[in-house]
């Protein structure tokens, strides 16, 4: 299988000009794969959660926690949903006629790469000013999370950290689809002066031929890359288990339950919000207004 | 580039005799198959070397593409049917003479002798950089030689341009839209599609490395002309920079029906402007029911180039398209030639 698809320029020389799209259907092949085995491992793993009892025992020690803890704010999940609907149209326009669907593409393709690219900016800045800047990404200090992570996906029953704001995997994720969609995004932008917008003016000599091959065969990378990605990212806000983080992201609050069953609320502390049935922060009453994460 | 002319790379040529084992060897063959009709676009791709097919099939032999037969009241114009024979048909002549004159002003005698309406409708882009084969967006690659700052491209596109620049060179194309011809396709499965022409030809927003909805393996084996139009006002030109034979820069055709001085119908198709020709629905729709004259040509000729793009070196398309479009509804002698 070729996995890159050359061409000779004007002077006989060769120069790369796409991936193969073969890539698409190993992509698809991949994702769906990762699906199935995760599937199967989840069926037959000992995944161990907090026990309920413990869950219980926090719920009492931790009764000044309102009902309902925000996740993620208004601006967090408009962000989300419109890079969510980009990228759709962005795999749809770009794939569907790979695979015979034709249809006039390429304009909807670099409307939606815009979007992205527009979402993508507002989500660096309001991230930066606004939320934990550092909650999503992952370092050496985690490492002890994997490990505590990963013996309880074998069973053990293990005191090590629980999550932060986001699960490891949640945060892994997100690493995986920066590095890839800001390749997608970068390329796509360079790759717009070749075609005819409102922006720019064509000029296909931005670049050398060489240069022009390369973007064109990473921006296909990152394309089928997102392919699997995004397979991976619907089956995770599918299954039953995580339909609370996917709820969260649609509603933006989890209950109080759930903050204390899944996180450590050392790692992702809550900030209480006054309102008009708030009890004072060391009541023991139970609280029904909304309390958001500390900045 | 270094190209090898006039020596044919080696390839196996079947020549089938029925449209079923033609589709067999293109089966067997895949994408290494090639299809041969007249040869006059198949043999400069070979004889260039830029396409190396493993298998050739020569549908010359396969008598059921040839001929033209009475059909419903209309004519069945078999694929494989010569320009001359559709030039020189009687019921060409007298009721759809539009056609013929499309299909004589496609090429020389000696040309018309060997290509056919199939082959011409479905022949590929003449853009020279493609022909070239060099790795343009229409050869699989990511550019367009033809659209860059400094590129020849006075013979190229200038409306419905997606990344592609090249022109469908067809010049039976426009007639057979304006005639509301029926194309008439052999799948690779075996069924039989029937499209109308109009929608026989994509442009490269649809699919950049077609000229036409044939998918691999499958056939054109006829080309219907219903009686819609037949006897109708027709308007052919067709502009080139030799008169003896040269693919168009513009070409234009018209079906008119008028009561009294008024349009009635009207269907027009240019070519040579866009990678598929195109039917001016909006021009259409402007000058039926309005009196055939000078004021209807000149809004109606005016609409037609709204959008346009000229490249470079082909702005002389826009006008010589508004005036083709004002001739083909008023007439040569009174529509007035502006720039």
């Given at each position: 299988?070729?996995?890159?698809?050359?061409?000779?320029?004007?002077?006989?020389?060769?120069?790369?000009?796409?991936?193969?799209?073969?890539?698409?259907w190993a992509?698809?092949?991949?994702?769906?794969?990762?699906?199935?085995?995760?599937?199967?491992?989840?069926?037959?793993?000992?995944?161990?959660?907090?026990?309920?009892?413990?869950?219980?025992?926090?719920?009492?020690?931790?009764?000044?926690?309102?009902?309902?803890?925000?996740?993620?704010?208004?601006?967090?999940?408009?962000?989300?949903?419109l890079?969510?609907?980009?990228?759709?149209?962005?795999?749809?326009?770009?794939?569907?006629?790979?695979?015979?669907?034709?249809?006039?593409?390429?304009?909807?393709?670099?409307?939606?790469g815009?979007?992205?690219?527009?979402?993508?900016?507002?989500?660096?800045?309001?991230a930066?000013?606004?939320?934990?800047?550092?909650?999503?990404?992952v370092?050496?200090r985690?490492?002890?999370?994997?490990?505590?992570?990963?013996?309880?996906?074998?069973?053990?029953?293990?005191?090590?950290?629980?999550?932060?704001?986001?699960?490891?995997?949640?945060?892994?994720?997100?690493?995986?689809?920066?590095?890839?969609?800001?390749?997608?995004?970068?390329?796509?932008?360079?790759?717009?002066?070749?075609?005819?917008?409102?922006?720019?003016?064509?000029?296909?000599?931005?670049?050398?031929?060489?240069?022009?091959?390369?973007?064109?065969?990473?921006?296909?990378?990152?394309?089928?890359?997102?392919?699997?990605?995004?397979?991976?990212?619907?089956?995770?806000?599918?299954?039953?288990?995580?339909?609370?983080?996917?709820?969260?992201?649609?509603l933006?609050?989890?209950?109080?339950?759930?903050?204390?069953?899944?996180?450590?609320?050392?790692?992702?502390?809550?900030?209480?919000?006054?309102?008009?049935?708030?009890?004072?922060?060391?009541?023991?009453?139970?609280?029904?207004?909304?309390?958001?994460?500390?900045? | 580039?270094?190209?090898?002319?006039?020596?044919?790379?080696?390839?196996?040529?079947?020549?089938?005799?029925?449209?079923?084992?033609?589709?067999?060897?293109?089966?067997?063959?895949?994408?290494?198959?090639?299809?041969?009709?007249?040869?006059?676009?198949?043999?400069?791709?070979?004889?260039d070397?830029?396409?190396?097919?493993?298998?050739?099939?020569?549908?010359?032999?396969?008598?059921?593409?040839?001929?033209?037969?009475?059909?419903?009241?209309?004519?069945?114009?078999?694929?494989?049917?010569?320009?001359t024979?559709?030039?020189?048909?009687?019921?060409?002549?007298?009721?759809?003479?539009?056609?013929?004159?499309?299909?004589?002003?496609?090429?020389?005698?000696?040309?018309?002798?060997?290509a056919?309406?199939?082959?011409?409708?479905?022949?590929?882009?003449?853009?020279?950089?493609?022909?070239?084969?060099?790795?343009?967006?229409?050869?699989?690659?990511?550019?367009?030689?033809?659209?860059?700052?400094?590129?020849?491209?006075?013979?190229?596109?200038?409306?419905?341009?997606?990344?592609?620049?090249?022109?469908?060179?067809?010049?039976?194309?426009?007639?057979?839209?304006?005639?509301?011809?029926?194309?008439?396709?052999?799948?690779?499965?075996?069924?039989?599609?029937?499209?109308?022409?109009?929608?026989?030809?994509?442009?490269?927003?649809?699919?950049?490395?077609?000229?036409?909805?044939?998918?691999?393996?499958?056939?054109?084996?006829?080309?219907?002309?219903?009686?819609t139009?037949?006897?109708?006002?027709?308007?052919?030109?067709?502009?080139?920079?030799?008169?003896?034979?040269?693919?168009?820069?513009?070409?234009?055709?018209?079906?008119?029906?008028?009561?009294?001085?008024?349009?009635?119908?009207?269907?027009?198709?240019?070519?040579?402007?866009?990678?598929?020709?195109?039917?001016?629905?909006?021009?259409?729709?402007?000058?039926?029911?309005?009196?055939?004259?000078?004021?209807?040509?000149?809004?109606?000729?005016?609409?037609?180039?709204e959008?346009?793009?000229?490249?470079?070196?082909n702005?002389?398309?826009?006008?010589?398209?508004?005036?083709?479009?004002?001739?083909?509804?008023?007439?040569?002698?009174?529509?007035?030639?502006?720039?």
């Amino acid at each position: 299988m070729d996995i890159l698809t050359w061409g000779r320029n004007p002077w006989d020389q060769p120069v790369l000009t796409h991936i193969s799209w073969n890539l698409l259907w190993a992509a698809l092949f991949a994702g769906l794969a990762f699906l199935v085995a995760h599937a199967s491992y989840m069926i037959f793993s000992a995944h161990r959660k907090r026990h309920a009892a413990e869950t219980d025992a926090m719920e009492i020690a931790r009764a000044d926690l309102p009902d309902r803890i925000v996740r993620h704010s208004l601006p967090a999940r408009l962000f989300h949903w419109l890079m969510a609907a980009a990228m759709f149209t962005l795999l749809i326009t770009a794939f569907l006629p790979v695979v015979g669907l034709r249809f006039p593409w390429v304009t909807w393709h670099w409307i939606a790469g815009l979007t992205l690219t527009g979402s993508i900016l507002f989500h660096i800045i309001h991230a930066t000013v606004w939320l934990d800047f550092w909650s999503i990404w992952v370092g050496p200090r985690d490492l002890p999370e994997l490990r505590a992570e990963l013996l309880r996906d074998l069973g053990h029953d293990v005191p090590g950290p629980r999550p932060g704001k986001y699960p490891l995997g949640n945060r892994l994720y997100h690493l995986a689809i920066v590095v890839v969609a800001l390749v997608a995004v970068v390329t796509g932008l360079c790759m717009m002066v070749r075609i005819r917008t409102p922006f720019f003016t064509r000029n296909p000599y931005l670049f050398s031929d060489t240069t022009w091959g390369v973007t064109y065969v990473d921006h296909g990378l990152a394309g089928v890359t997102l392919v699997g990605l995004v397979i991976a990212h619907v089956y995770f806000a599918a299954r039953p288990e995580k339909w609370w983080i996917t709820k969260a992201m649609i509603l933006g609050w989890i209950t109080r339950r759930q903050y204390l069953e899944h996180h450590d609320p050392d790692r992702w502390a809550v900030r209480q919000l006054p309102t008009p049935n708030s009890a004072t922060p060391n009541s023991t009453t139970p609280n029904s207004g909304l309390a958001s994460p500390t900045l | 580039m270094a190209v090898i002319r006039d020596v044919m790379p080696a390839f196996e040529l079947f020549q089938p005799t029925s449209v079923e084992a033609a589709q067999a060897v293109l089966d067997r063959y895949g994408a290494g198959a090639w299809v041969l009709a007249g040869g006059l676009d198949s043999l400069d791709w070979l004889k260039d070397r830029i396409r190396r097919p493993q298998a050739v099939v020569d549908l010359g032999a396969i008598a059921e593409l040839k001929g033209i037969r009475e059909r419903d009241g209309g004519l069945e114009i078999g694929a494989m049917t010569t320009l001359t024979e559709v030039v020189r048909h009687p019921g060409v002549r007298e009721r759809y003479a539009i056609l013929l004159e499309a299909a004589e002003a496609a090429a020389s005698p000696q040309i018309r002798n060997q290509a056919t309406i199939g082959g011409n409708v479905s022949q590929d882009a003449r853009c020279w950089y493609y022909r070239a084969g060099w790795p343009c967006y229409r050869a699989g690659g990511n550019i367009c030689y033809a659209d860059t700052p400094d590129a020849i491209n006075r013979e190229h596109a200038i409306l419905g341009a997606d990344r592609c620049v090249a022109v469908n060179p067809s010049d039976t194309a426009p007639a057979l839209i304006v005639l509301d011809a029926q194309m008439v396709i052999r799948t690779a499965g075996g069924g039989e599609r029937v499209v109308s022409a109009e929608d026989y030809f994509v442009g490269p927003g649809i699919d950049i490395t077609r000229m036409t909805v044939l998918e691999p393996g499958a056939l054109l084996t006829a080309i219907r002309l219903p009686r819609t139009w037949a006897g109708a006002q027709f308007y052919f030109e067709k502009i080139r920079d030799r008169q003896v034979w040269d693919f168009a820069l513009v070409s234009v055709a018209s079906a008119m029906t008028t009561s009294g001085s008024t349009i009635e119908r009207i269907r027009i198709a240019v070519n040579g402007v866009a990678a598929r020709p195109l039917r001016l629905r909006a021009v259409e729709a402007v000058a039926e029911g309005r009196p055939r004259n000078e004021a209807t040509a000149v809004v109606a000729a005016n609409l037609a180039v709204e959008g346009a793009q000229p490249l470079g070196f082909n702005a002389y398309k826009v006008p010589l398209m508004r005036n083709l479009v004002k001739r083909a509804i008023r007439g040569v002698e009174a529509a007035a030639w502006t720039s």
